[in-house]
Nanobody
Framework: QVQLVESGGGLVQAGGSLRLSCAAS????????MGWFRQAPGKEREFVAA????????TYADSVKGRFTVSRDNAKNTVYLQMNSLKPEDTAVYYC?????????????????WGQGTQVTVSS
């Protein structure tokens, strides 16, 4: 079992920045690839970014490429999502998830464990 707790969400103006954190406990965190997803009201959950178990590999959705950066600190059992140049369309609940895989995947059903989510609201 892996427990995930997100934090760092909030209200920010367009063009601003936020850093989300996801703290993990339970089974060896460094064995998991980690992903960030988001879900806006009335929309399906969508992939945002993922990072490999070592941190050496990352992948991003086209909509956030160049603005968001995913990173991890295995010593602290934490994964981060730095979000810059935020847009109103980034407004959503953001979730982190853990995937027992050596490849980076973007499909929610491939992820084994999920956090409860943190709200990000970007005002125009």
């Amino acid at each position: 079992q892996v427990q995930l707790v997100e934090s760092g969400g909030g209200l920010v103006q367009a063009g601003g920045s936020l850093r989300l954190s996801c703290a993990a406990s339970g089974r060896a965190f460094s064995n998991y690839a980690m992903g960030w997803f988001r879900q806006a009201p009335g929309k399906e959950r969508e992939f945002v970014a993922a990072i490999s178990w070592s941190g050496g590999g990352t992948t991003y959705a086209d909509s956030v490429k160049g603005r968001f950066t995913v990173s991890r600190d295995n010593a602290k059992n934490t994964v981060y999502l730095q979000m810059n140049s935020l847009k109103p369309e980034d407004t959503a609940v953001y979730y982190c998830a853990a995937d027992w895989s050596r490849t980076l995947r973007s499909t929610p059903r491939n992820y084994d464990y999920w956090g409860q989510g943190t709200q990000v609201t970007v005002s125009s």
